[in-house]
């Protein structure tokens, strides 16, 4: 079956602009997430839905981060006033609840200039 | 506090040899350990997983890992390493009692000499 899918797979915008990124998880997983992975580093934890709802928001860096999940499926990550330190790859991962595997998306890759 | 740890940030490897990556983590329980593999410009796939029963877990691609709990190991091995095999690999923790998300570590970026 289909993958994570994510969009766009590379956004380059200028600083101060607003992006939305867009993932479709696997259908039938429940759980989505958002990691951000900078240059040379692993990814790190931004969000984690379970439904429509952001059950565990702890990793977002500050209020210019934002995302939802209307109706439990496709997920959207908004950064607003982007800053040159945003620039990464974006990576959202689905489950099929909760503690099990995540499954990854090939990420977008984010350039702010 | 909770932390996985890659030491090693670069190896290098003939084909055809073993491989051997360390992964350790920091945690008072047992936690989910996991195992990801990126290639250039690639999302994460994973190679295996751990959750409990038997200590050596077999993954895709001819990969094992074996964990330690005296140690706090999860270290990811090879026996005959291939020139795709190159790529860099990624150790995650899911610490049972921090919720959902997983701690990655830093990352092994493995080249593979032919």
């Known amino acids: 079956g289909a993958g994570v899918s994510q969009t766009p797979s590379n956004k380059v915008t200028e600083k101060g602009k607003y992006v939305e990124l867009r993932c479709d998880p696997i259908?039938?997983?429940?759980?989505l997430y958002w990691y951000r992975q900078s240059l040379g580093q692993g990814p790190e934890f931004l969000i984690y839905?379970?439904?429509?709802?952001?059950?565990?928001d702890s990793g977002l860096p500050n209020d210019r981060f934002f995302a939802v999940r209307p109706e439990g499926s496709v997920s959207t990550l908004k950064i607003q006033r982007t800053e040159r330190g945003d620039s990464a790859v974006y990576l959202c991962?689905?489950?099929?609840?909760?503690?099990?595997?995540?499954?990854f998306g090939p990420g977008t890759r984010l350039l702010v200039l | 506090a909770q932390s996985v740890t890659q030491p090693d940030i670069h190896i290098t490897v003939s084909e055809g040899a073993s491989l051997e990556l360390r992964c350790n983590y920091s945690?008072?329980?047992?936690?989910?350990l996991f195992w990801y593999v990126q290639s250039p410009g690639q999302g994460l796939q994973l190679l295996l997983k751990?959750?409990?029963?038997?200590?050596l877990v077999q993954g895709i691609k001819g990969f094992e890992a074996e964990f330690k709990r005296s140690q706090s190991s999860f270290n990811l091995r090879k026996p005959s390493v291939h020139w795709s095999d190159a790529a860099e690999y990624f150790c995650?923790?899911?610490?049972?009692?921090?919720?959902?998300?997983?701690?990655f570590g830093t990352g092994t970026q493995l080249k593979v000499e032919l």
């Open positions: 991962a689905s489950s099929l609840r909760g503690q099990e595997t995540q499954y």
């Open positions: 259908s039938g997983h429940t759980a």
């Open positions: 839905f379970q439904g429509t709802g952001a059950a565990d």
């Open positions: 945690y008072g329980a047992t936690p989910y």
């Open positions: 751990y959750f409990s029963g038997d200590t």
């Open positions: 995650a923790v899911l610490f049972t009692g921090g919720g959902n998300k997983l701690t």
